[in-house]
């Protein structure tokens, strides 16, 4: 069993910044990927950042200079700092971890971005 955490959501306004975080605990053996997804109203979940064994990192475009993803494998953490943030940011936020195969999810943070 595996289970992800996640906080750091709440309301912001246009411009401002976020850290949302995501522990992972349970039955780890060796997590692959760590990553973030997130969904807006209406819409379908979309892929938001992902940091990869290696060091590899990749946005969505519509992030890319303003969110940065990293993580904390001792801790079995990953991060999303969320900085100029925009109205089209506003969505629940899910992190999501790959261990041997097998995709787990968290809960989901509600981050709005209001003025």
């Known amino acids: 069993q595996v289970q992800l955490v996640e906080s750091g959501g709440g309301l912001v306004q246009p411009g401002g910044s976020l850290r949302l975080s995501c522990a992972a605990s349970?039955?780890?053996?060796?997590?692959?990927?760590m990553g973030w997804y997130r969904q807006s109203p209406g819409k379908q979940r979309e892929w938001v950042a992902t940091?990869?064994?290696?060091?590899?990192?990749r946005y969505t475009d519509s992030v890319k200079g303003r969110f940065t993803i990293s993580r904390d494998n001792a801790q079995n953490t990953v991060y999303l700092q969320m900085n100029r943030l925009v109205l089209e940011d506003t969505a629940v936020y899910y992190c999501m971890i790959i261990d041997r195969g097998t995709t787990y999810w968290g809960q989901g943070t509600q981050v709005t971005v209001s003025s």
């Open positions: 349970g039955s780890i053996f060796n997590i692959y990927a």
């Open positions: 940091s990869a064994t290696g060091g590899v990192r």
